[in-house]
């Protein structure tokens, strides 16, 4: 057998298995932090932001007078005090009618000149994003003059439709730029599409846009909502009988400067909160997908 043929014959030779990957010394410094030192500071905090909560359920549910430190016996007397004799159920119903209705046309404009602004371009279109960025630094009391004596010259004061207008206009700057953004996330390949099957605009925007629009219509429709339920500014200022109140003005009548009656008052937070807790409750997912889509692109 020559040199060569027996080079052709000899076995390849075997490489080792490479094993497992060694760990690398230059780990993350809070992949070896203990779980004490993770847990305690949450736990602190969490422990902070409970006591107003319990604070507020003891004084609404333990009866009048009482000093101590756990509702017992419980007694839901502040509750039956504010929603009848404080006029509570009246306030709900407005504070419903006005937020529902400030939800319902703050979404609808956002959508159009969210739309507007995503998919097409003009002059002003730069400064006209600039000019909706810089309100969002106007304070609400600034508009109180003007906005007041438009309302009287449109004879609107002491109405309900003067704080939804109000309510509107402050939140639709924010709404149309997270409308914008997320819009701008939607290929426009696809209303191009639609275009090709045979609709319109505003029926591609409808069939095909609208439904991928879902996230941050609810975060809008729900900043919009809760932002008018808590507003107290506008209530107080544009509405002056008692039976046109909302909550935040129902409660601030509650204290007056002899004395404050804190189960009515504590009672009065309770009922003014559980609405909005339960419409969080629900939306959480899709306000948190909607504020992130909202931001990532413009």
């Known amino acids: 057998m020559?040199?060569?043929?027996?080079?052709?014959?000899?076995?390849?030779?075997?490489?080792a298995t490479p094993g497992p990957p060694r760990p690398t010394k230059n780990r993350r410094a809070w992949d070896e932090v203990p779980r004490w030192q993770i847990y305690l500071p949450l736990s602190i905090y969490l422990v902070f932001t409970l006591i107003p909560f319990y604070w507020i359920l003891l004084f609404a549910l333990r009866p009048a007078g009482s000093t101590s430190l756990v509702?017992?016996?419980i007694t839901f007397d502040h509750f039956e005090?504010?929603?009848?004799?404080?006029?509570?159920?009246?306030?709900?119903?407005n504070s419903v009618y006005v937020g529902i209705a400030?939800?319902?046309?703050?979404t609808l404009?956002?959508?159009?000149?969210?739309?507007?602004?995503?998919?097409?371009?003009?002059?002003?279109?730069?400064?006209?994003?600039?000019?909706?960025?810089?309100?969002?630094f106007v304070p609400g009391a600034l508009l109180l003059v003007p906005l007041f004596e438009i309302f009287a010259e449109l004879k609107l004061i002491n109405s309900l439709v003067s704080v939804i207008i109000a309510e509107t206009v402050f939140q639709l700057?924010?709404?149309?730029?997270?409308?914008?953004?997320?819009?701008?996330?939607?290929?426009?390949?696809?209303?191009?599409?639609?275009?090709?099957?045979?609709?319109?605009?505003l029926t591609a925007f409808r069939i095909v846009v609208l439904p991928l629009l879902r996230p941050g219509?609810?975060?809008?429709?729900?900043?919009?909502?809760?932002?008018?339920?808590?507003?107290?500014?506008?209530a107080l200022m544009f509405l002056n009988n008692q039976d046109k109140q909302t909550i935040p003005v129902g409660l601030n009548t509650l204290m007056s400067a002899d004395?404050?009656?804190?189960?009515?008052?504590?009672?009065?937070?309770?009922?003014?909160?559980v609405p909005v807790v339960i419409v969080f409750a629900f939306i959480q997912k899709w306000l948190i997908t909607g504020f992130s889509a909202g931001a990532v692109k413009g």
Request: aromatic share 14%.
């Open 102 to 106: 400030t939800l319902l046309v703050t």
């Open 109 to 136: 404009v956002a959508l159009a000149g969210g739309y507007a602004l995503a998919r097409f371009d003009f002059k002003i279109k730069n400064g006209f994003m600039l000019a909706l960025l810089c309100s969002q």
């Open 259 to 273: 004395s404050v009656d804190l189960g009515a008052l504590a009672a009065g937070g309770i009922i003014a909160a």
């Open 173 to 201: 700057p924010l709404s149309m730029i997270l409308i914008s953004n997320f819009i701008k996330n939607v290929p426009y390949s696809l209303e191009e599409a639609a275009w090709v099957d045979g609709c319109n605009r």
């Open 81 to 93: 005090k504010v929603w009848t004799e404080r006029e509570f159920g009246t306030y709900f119903e």
């Open 2 to 15: 020559t040199t060569t043929e027996a080079t052709e014959t000899a076995p390849a030779p075997v490489r």
């Open 217 to 234: 219509i609810i975060a809008v429709g729900s900043f919009a909502f809760v932002h008018s339920w808590n507003h107290f500014l506008f």
């Open 71 to 73: 509702p017992w016996p």
